[in-house]
């Protein structure tokens, strides 16, 4: 578990606006933390489904100090803002899209499966590109979701597993974090 030394240091420091140094911002000092890759509707835009934002304080702070880098793997996958809600049908995961066997589907029906593997795998590359070894994610997202999403009856019934982005980056050995885990740390 990322420490919360690693989510709050440089807070109040005049070296923790963006592009200063410490905090792993792109131009940071050699040693520095990598950035933290975090859902961009955390950090105030407005790219869910309904065209809002899910604005989180502690993860807006990380992206003035420089320390985060945002991605929204729906629009990634080149869905539209605002879309259509989606979930992960019954009896699936995050993990078994990945396996090529669950789908993602729409409340019209359609299937956007291949949008958001391309989402996830675009997130993947920016993760990678920055050196990023934690991610702070929207909870519950068909895509960012950690360990509880929508079972795929679009009732707002929740079940056990992960969004496909989560599911992708926890394989590829990122800490998944949701903002309901920063809940107590400080500030
Ligand atoms: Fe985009 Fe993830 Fe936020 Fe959904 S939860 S709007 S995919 S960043």
């Known amino acids: 578990m990322v420490s919360d030394d690693r989510l709050v240091a440089g807070a109040g420091s005049p070296s923790g606006s963006p592009g200063g140094s410490p905090g792993g911002s792109p131009g940071g000092s050699p040693g520095a ?4 890759l ?15 934002a899910k604005p989180n304080r502690k993860v807006m702070e990380l992206v003035r100090q420089g320390r985060a880098i945002l991605v929204c793997p729906e629009q990634l996958g080149g869905l539209p803002t605002p879309r259509l809600a989606a979930e992960i049908v019954e009896g699936a995961s995050g993990a078994s899209v990945l396996d090529g066997e669950g789908r993602v589907v729409d409340t019209a029906g359609g299937d ?4 958001y593997l391309r989402g996830a795998r675009e997130a993947l590359k920016a993760a990678r590109l920055a050196g990023s070894k934690v991610a702070i994610l929207k909870a519950r997202s068909p895509s960012c979701g950690k360990d509880r999403i929508h079972d795929g009856t679009f009732s707002g019934t929740l ?4 969004g ?11 800490e998944i974090l949701s903002e309901e885990d ?4 400080d500030p």
């Open 33 to 36: 933390e990598p950035p933290i």
């Open 38 to 52: 975090v859902s961009a509707c955390l950090a105030g835009l407005a790219t869910t489904h309904t065209g809002a």
């Open 112 to 115: 956007v499966t291949s949008s």
């Open 159 to 162: 079940r056990d597993g992960s």
């Open 164 to 174: 496909v982005t989560a599911e992708l980056l926890r394989r590829e050995g990122l």
């Open 182 to 185: 920063l809940e107590g740390r």
